[in-house]
C-alpha cells in the first residue's frame, strides 16, 4: 500500500512509527525523525487451523476499529475475522526510557470452536544494498541487518516455531515458512509463532519488541541487548508510558482549554490535545530541529518529501510550542539548530536534515531567512528574557543584512540575488508574502535592538563587539528599507483592474498567502480598502462549494484540494477584523476534515472531506494552536 497517508503516529524522543488505519506498520525513524526509514514493509498475519495466511491488515473478511489511549501515543488496533471470529486486539507503544517499540497482541476466540493460532511476521529492510542485507534467527525472533544497522523483532516470552531468512515471500501466502536461508537474494524475512490452541472466549497474549542497533555492534552485543530487553515488565512500561503522555498533556496545556460540553467543543478538544502529542513527534530533541511532517517519499514518486526542517514552518511550530508552554523547544531551535544552520552569508536554505546537515534544495526561499528573525522576536514576546536576544543578536544582524542586500538588489535591479521560490515553492519570483516576511523581520529587528539598548549602555548586551554609531547606522538603514520594501508592495503588487493585491509581480494570480501581509507580518491592517478587496478576490476565486479554501488561482498539486492551512489563514483574519461569525464558519471546515484521530492533514478531499496528503502536518497544527489562542 502507499505509505504517504499514514493514520496514526506514535513515538518517543528518539523514535518515530507510522501507522495505516488497519494498524500496518509503515515507517520506522530512528534515531532521528528525519533519520532512515528502516522498514520497507512489516506484514502480520495468522494461520488459523488449516487456513492460508489472513492478513492481519488487509483481509476481506476483517474489521477494524482504531483509536489512541485517551490522551497518549499509545495506539490500538482491534482486528476482528469475521469468518473465523477471531479478535486480534493491536496495542502499539514505545517506551520512554528506552528505545523499544512494543507491540502487543491479545487474541480472542469469539467462536464456539477452538481455534489453533499460529502467528507470522513478514518484513523486508529497507535498503539499496541488496547484497549485503540478510537475516539471522535467534530463538525468540530474528535480526536482520546490513552493514550498518541492524533490527531485531522478537518476543518476550514465545519461542520461535519457525524461521526463514531471505525470499520468504514465495512460500508464506501458505502460512508455512520452510526454515531455510538463502545467501542474501533478498531483503526479507519471516518468522513464525505457536499461539495454541484458543478456547471460546478464551484470551491470549504475543508480545513482540522491536529493538534498532545503529552503532555497528557486534552480533553478539546486540543479542547481549536483546536478551535484556526480554527481562523488561512490558506491563510495567506500558503504565509508564501511559502516565507519561497523560502527564504531557496536562502539563502543555497551555490554553487551559475547559473540558468540552458538547461535541463541537469535544473536537475542537480532540485536535487540540493531539497536537500537543504531536510536536514531540516532530522535534529532534537533542538539536531542536523540527520536520514538517512524518512523510517519506523514498522514490519521489509523488513528492519531494516533509521529513525535513524548513525554517519557515518550525518558527510557526515554535508559536504554538510557546502558546503550549514548550518555551524550552523553543528555545532550543534558535539558540541550537538556528545558529548552526544558518550560511556564512546570514541565510538559510531551503530545508535540512534535524542533525543540522543540508537536506536536498532546489533553490532558495527568502522568506526562510526573514521568518527566523520574526520568530526570534516572538519568542521574546512570550518569555521576556532578554538573554534570549542577546545571544541570537549576532545570528539575527547576520540575517537581516542579507534580507538588506536581497532588498537593495530588487530595488536597483542588479539581478545578483535572482528570483526567490514562494512559500509553496512552486514558482520563482518576486511575491508578495516573501516581500511581507522581509518586512516583518526588519520590524522584529528594530524591536530587538529597542529591547536591548532602552535605557542601556550599549556596551552591556554584547561584550563591546558593537559601537553604538554602528548600531544606530543599522537601525536607520533597516527603518529606511523597511518603509522602501511596502512602497514596493503597494506599488507592483496590487492589480488595479482586479482590484486586489497578486501573490507576485508575474502571474498576478489570487493567493491565500497574501493574508501574510495582515498575519503574521502586519504590513497592512485587516480594514485596509485594498485588504477589504482582496479578502473579497480570495473569497471570489479560491473557496470551494464545500467551504475549504484553495492555495492560489489553477492550483494543480494534488488536483487543487483545499488546504486546512489556508482556512486557518482566513480564520485569522476575520478574527483579527472583528468578524466571529466567519471566522467560525471557515474554522469549522477544519474541524469537519481532520482525521479520524484529530490529525490535520495538508489537504483534504474537496468531494468526501476527508485528508487526501500528508497526515500530521506540523504546520496546519501549529495554525490551528495560534487560532485557538485568539479565539479565547
Known sequence: ??????????????????????????????????????????????????????????????????????????????????????????????????????????????????????????????SDQNNFVSGMKIDTGMVQYAHDFSVATFSKSHKLLSAQINESSHTIHAGVIGGKDYIGMSRDSSV?????????????????CIYIDENKKT???????????????????????????????????????????????????????????????????????????????????????????????????????????????????????????QSKNGMWEQRFYTDGKLAPCWGYQIDETASVVYGVYSHYEYTKKEEFLKVNLHMCEKAVDFLKRYVRDLLEGTGKYGPSYDLWEMDEGTHLYSLASIFAAFNAMLKI??????????????????????????????????????????????????????????????????????YPFNVFSTKEKKILNTVENINLTLRTYTGGYRRFEHDHYRNGAPWPIANLWMTLYYLENGEKKKAKETFDFVLKTAGKHSLLGEQVDNNTLKPNWVMGLGWAHAMFIIVLEKMR
Not at 517519499?297 to 510550542?321: H, N
Open 219 to 341: 552480533m553478539q552485543l546486540v543479542e547481549d541487548e536483546i536478551e535484556r530487553i526480554r527481562k523488561i515488565d512490558l506491563n510495567k512500561e506500558y503504565s509508564n508510558v501511559k502516565s507519561y503522555w497523560r502527564k504531557y498533556v496536562k502539563e502543555h496545556n497551555g490554553l487551559n482549554l475547559k473540558e468540552p460540553e458538547n461535541s463541537y467543543e469535544e473536537k475542537i478538544h480532540d485536535i487540540y490535545r493531539r497536537s500537543i502529542l504531536l510536536f514531540p513527534l516532530l522535534t529532534n530533541q537533542t538539536t531542536g530541529g523540527i520536520i514538517a511532517a512524518p512523510e517519506v517519499d523514498e522514490g519521489l514518486t509523488q513528492c519531494g518529501r516533509y521529513a525535513y526542517c524548513w525554517p519557515r514552518d518550525s518558527v510557526f511550530i515554535t508559536k504554538a510550542l510557546d502558546i503550549l508552554k514548550m518555551t524550552k523547544e523553543t528555545d532550543k531551535f534558535y539558540n541550537n539548530f538556528c545558529r548552526m544552520t
Open 449 to 518: 535592538y529597542d529591547v536591548l539598548i532602552a535605557g542601556k549602555n550599549l556596551s552591556d548586551f554584547d561584550n563591546n563587539r558593537l559601537k553604538e554609531e554602528k548600531v544606530h547606522k543599522n537601525i536607520q538603514e533597516i527603518s529606511e528599507l523597511q518603509v522602501l520594501v511596502k512602497k514596493y508592495i503597494e506599488e507592483n503588487l496590487y492589480d488595479e483592474n482586479r482590484k486586489s493585491y497578486v501573490r507576485n509581480t508575474e502571474d498576478k494570480k489570487i493567493d491565500i498567502s497574501l493574508l501574510g501581509a495582515v
Open 192 to 208: 513464525s509463532y505457536d499461539i495454541g490452541t484458543i478456547k471460546p472466549g478464551e484470551k491470549k497474549e504475543l508480545e513482540i
Open 1 to 126: 500500500m502507499e505509505k504517504y497517508l499514514n493514520e496514526a503516529i506514535i513515538g518517543n524522543k528518539n523514535m518515530l512509527v507510522t501507522f495505516s488505519e488497519k494498524g500496518e506498520m509503515l515507517r520506522l525513524s530512528y534515531p532521528n525523525k528525519d533519520n532512515r526509514q528502516y522498514l520497507k514493509y512489516f506484514h502480520t498475519g495468522v494461520k488459523i487451523n488449516d487456513s492460508d495466511l489472513i492478513c492481519i491488515h488487509d483481509d476481506i473478511n476483517n474489521s477494524y476499529i482504531q483509536y489512541y489511549d485517551t490522551d497518549t501515543n499509545i495506539l490500538n488496533t482491534e482486528i476482528t475475522n469475521t469468518y473465523f471470529n477471531l479478535k486480534i486486539l493491536q496495542t502499539d507503544f514505545a517506551t520512554i526510557k528506552e528505545d523499544i517499540l512494543v507491540k502487543k497482541y491479545t487474541f480472542i476466540n469469539e467462536n464456539n470452536i477452538e481455534l489453533d493460532v499460529k502467528f507470522l511476521i513478514h518484513a523486508e529492510l529497507l
